[in-house]
């Protein structure tokens, strides 16, 4: 019976050690994380547009096309 009690209380501190070793790893990971900063990170964008007026003419062609489309469907499916 006593080495039953004994292998539980090993057993617990194996348990105990990997879960210190797996809560420092856990640790060091969080402490390694390079998260962006916001000020050097956002220098990328810097020279690009902000406005997506270039291809707003594109857009306008191809939502008159489908709704060119839609009218040409529903006058042919009436007659």
């Known amino acids: 019976m006593a ?6 209380e090993n057993r617990t501190e194996l348990q105990k050690r990997l879960a210190t070793e797996l809560q420092d790893r856990a640790r060091k990971k969080a402490e390694e994380a390079d998260l962006p900063d916001g000020v050097d990170d956002s ?5 690009t547009s902000q406005h997506s ?10 939502g008159a096309l489908v709704i060119a489309a839609a009218i ?6 009436s007659n």
């Open 43 to 47: 220098q990328f964008i810097k020279n």
């Open 3 to 8: 080495l039953f009690v004994r292998q539980d």
């Open 53 to 62: 007026s270039a291809l707003i003419g594109v857009w306008l062609a191809v």
């Open 72 to 77: 040409f469907l529903i006058v042919q499916t």
